[in-house]
């Protein structure tokens, strides 16, 4: 299980060319090959929908963005003490561009990492990652189990009360804000938006 996986013959080429830019069906490649895990699976297509959506929202390269998303925490499931670290290995060793990888990196700032979020796509990784658990959580307690009815209102009631999804660091979520020059609700509002747009693949339908 903790194996390093092998490199396919096409991801050894791809390293020596510099022209390689990863879509989105890469990113899934590279998603399904290191990861089981329907909740960290379901976790990676919400912050790759938030991502989308912010994309747009700046008028930025949507499919980087949902990229980044996608594989941000690809060494999670099998290296979860080396966190970041690992990501930068296996998506180094698979070709893929700094830009992205440091992208990548740049979300476990001052937990895993010491690179720090500089671009707005860094910024908005950082900021909308612990965010998307809390939306999922609060979505979860409702009587429609669904991110399609759920208003900021709610998600600010959780976030108030700090028993609830204990896990989920406020400071980080506001920190990322910050970094982003926005008003925590506004990214409250925005993140459930871009989660609404992958409701069905994050399991937040609910019964609506
Ligand atoms: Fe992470
Ligand atoms: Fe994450």
Not at 41 to 68: L, N, P, S, T
Not at 100 to 117: F, K, L, M, Q, T
Not at 128 to 157: C, F, H, Q, Y
Request: hydrophobic share 40%; with cysteine.
């Amino acid at each position: 299980m903790n194996e390093f996986i092998p490199l396919e013959k096409n991801d050894a080429s791809r390293s020596l060319s510099s022209y390689f830019i990863p879509s989105r069906d890469d990113a899934l490649e590279m998603l399904r090959r290191y990861n089981t895990s329907d909740s960290l699976i379901r976790h990676a297509f919400a912050v790759e929908g938030v991502m989308g959506h912010f994309a747009d929202r700046f008028g930025e390269d949507r499919e980087k963005w949902q990229v980044i998303g996608l594989v941000h925490d690809l060494d999670y499931e099998l290296y979860p003490d080396q966190h970041c670290s690992k990501s930068k290995e296996i998506l180094q060793a698979h070709g893929w561009p700094w830009e992205y990888v440091r992208a990548v990196v740049s979300h476990g700032w001052g937990i895993c990492s010491d690179i720090e979020p500089e671009s707005i796509l860094e910024k908005t990784l950082y900021a909308v990652d612990e965010l998307t658990g809390l939306i999922a959580s609060t979505a979860l307690m409702r009587p429609s189990a669904s991110v399609l009815d759920l208003t900021v209102k709610s998600v600010n009631k959780k976030w108030k009360d700090k028993r609830f999804a204990a896990g989920v660091d406020r400071s980080i979520i506001e920190r990322g804000a910050k970094m982003m020059g926005i008003e925590k609700n506004e990214l409250v509002t925005e993140t459930i938006m871009g989660m609404r747009d992958v409701a069905e693949a994050i399991g937040l339908r609910g019964n609506l």
